[in-house]
Nanobody
Framework: QVSLVESGGGSVQTGESLRLSCAASGHTYSSKCVGWFRQAPGKEREGVASILTGRGSTYYADSVKGRFTISQDNANNTVYLDMTTLRPDDTAMYYC??????????????????????????????WGQGTQVTVSS
């Protein structure tokens, strides 16, 4: 079983940057897709970005394209989310999650679809505890 721990959240001003980290431990080889999700008060949780760990392919929600970058450091079992040009509507609790119960083409489908379609969230079986990001104007 994989366990995930997020870090790097904080309070910043509009236009500033943050780097979130998602450190994995346990059976990390089983995580086929890792995603970053966020939930703002009173809103549904939404996918922000994901990475297909085998290929390193990355996918983004339209709202963060060009501003956020997801990456992985395989040596340290860590997935990062670099967030630039932050805006007040980026304020949320950010979670990372891992999907391991998928195979072949379905891993690609759910990883590609997760940032933007909440139907795929159920495929992410392991979640971290979250890290708060607050952006003030």
């Amino acid at each position: 079983q994989v366990s995930l721990v997020e870090s790097g959240g904080g309070s910043v001003q509009t236009g500033e940057s943050l780097r979130l980290s998602c450190a994995a431990s346990g059976h990390t080889y089983s995580s086929k897709c890792v995603g970053w999700f966020r939930q703002a008060p009173g809103k549904e949780r939404e996918g922000v970005a994901s990475i297909l760990t085998g290929r390193g392919s990355t996918y983004y929600a339209d709202s963060v394209k060009g501003r956020f970058t997801i990456s992985q450091d395989n040596a340290n079992n860590t997935v990062y989310l670099d967030m630039t040009t932050l805006r007040p509507d980026d304020t949320a609790m950010y979670y990372c999650a891992a999907a391991s119960d998928c195979s072949g083409g379905y891993c690609y489908i759910l990883c590609q679809g997760a940032p933007g379609n909440d139907v795929f969230q159920k495929n992410f079986g392991v979640w971290g505890q979250g890290t708060q990001v607050t952006v003030s104007s």
